[in-house]
């Protein structure tokens, strides 16, 4: 089963749809009329559509238990055919297309066991999925050509008495989302030296600038406070998402003091000094916070 304990719960939702025709008209009279057989079609295919969502799992091998929060389902009949749409809705961390596939094939073959006593010439066709949303499939572009830095904040490292992790993680993560950090650093954790470092990428032009290390608590760890004095707009859901999926994965990611906001134009993000801690920033906040500067090239506009 796929791995997804680095994604973010989101408003997954899909519609899938499936068409039984039949062959007579007396065929749709009796749907509409409630004279079937074997009972009220329309109902008892929605219940059976129901129960196949929530027990898709169960059936397919690599689709995850999910919390269903709604399903769906709606007819209509255009002369001999009936058109059935699904639709499922959850907040996760996967989407739910193929439990609405799954929904919508069920409701058809309910329909055609129950239709089959008195149409011998019932058919299901076109099962397929009409449309999804979240996940990827929400995903804004990318702005191109980023012009993009990464700091590592560290007295040891700066010193060649260690070796950099996390400002490499964090170029690979970033490479993986197709943008490239044009300045790595390594500096100490020192305050003048952090804000002349921020300010000097400011003034070249720079849109984004990831800081990692000196967000702990330690004496040495001044990091947030250097940032902070330059930031002129600070996005307090920049830190908070990221904590907040931290401490889903880590019950001590409450104490990580990282801030982000803009100096000017630039935003900037400081992060933890752990690879652990940037793996889990970068998968918290990106690419969706990259919408900042969607914002500001908006607001240029107006």
Do not use: W
């Amino acid at each position: 089963m796929v791995d997804i304990t680095h994604k973010s719960n989101t408003l997954r939702i899909a519609t899938a749809q499936a068409v039984v025709q039949v062959s007579k008209a007396e065929t749709i009279t009796a749907i509409r009329e409630r004279a079937v057989p074997k009972g009220d079609v329309f109902e008892m295919a929605k219940a059976a559509g129901f129960l196949a969502v929530k027990k898709t799992p169960d059936l397919l091998p690599d689709c995850h238990p999910i919390p269903v929060e709604y399903t769906g389902v709606n007819y209509r009949i255009v002369d001999l055919t009936i058109i059935i749409e699904l639709t499922v809705k959850t907040i996760y961390k996967t989407g739910v297309e193929v439990e609405a596939m799954h929904g919508a094939s069920v409701v058809a073959l309910t329909m055609y066991d129950m239709l089959k006593p008195i149409d011998k010439g019932v058919e299901i066709r076109n099962i397929r999925l009409l449309e999804k949303k979240g996940g990827k499939s929400d995903r804004k572009a990318i702005p191109e050509n980023l012009k993009t830095a990464v700091i590592v904040c560290s007295d040891s490292i700066s010193k060649g008495m260690g070796e950099d992790r996390s400002g490499k993680k964090i170029i690979e993560k970033l490479e993986s989302l197709k943008l490239t950090a044009s300045d790595y650093s390594i500096i100490p954790d020192d305050k003048n030296s952090i804000q002349e470092k921020i300010k000097s990428l400011c003034n070249a032009d720079y849109q984004l600038i990831l800081v990692t290390g000196g967000t702990g608590l330690s004496h040495r760890d001044v990091t947030p406070e250097a940032v902070s004095e330059l930031i002129e707009k600070e996005i307090p859901g920049i830190a908070e998402a990221a904590r907040n999926y931290g401490q889903d994965r880590m019950p001590t990611a409450m104490l990580s003091r990282s801030v982000g906001g803009l100096i000017g134009e630039t935003l900037v993000i400081t992060m933890p000094g752990s690879t652990g801690g940037v793996t889990e920033y970068m998968d918290a906040l990106f690419p969706q916070v990259l919408h900042v500067f969607s914002v500001i090239e908006g607001k240029k506009h107006d």
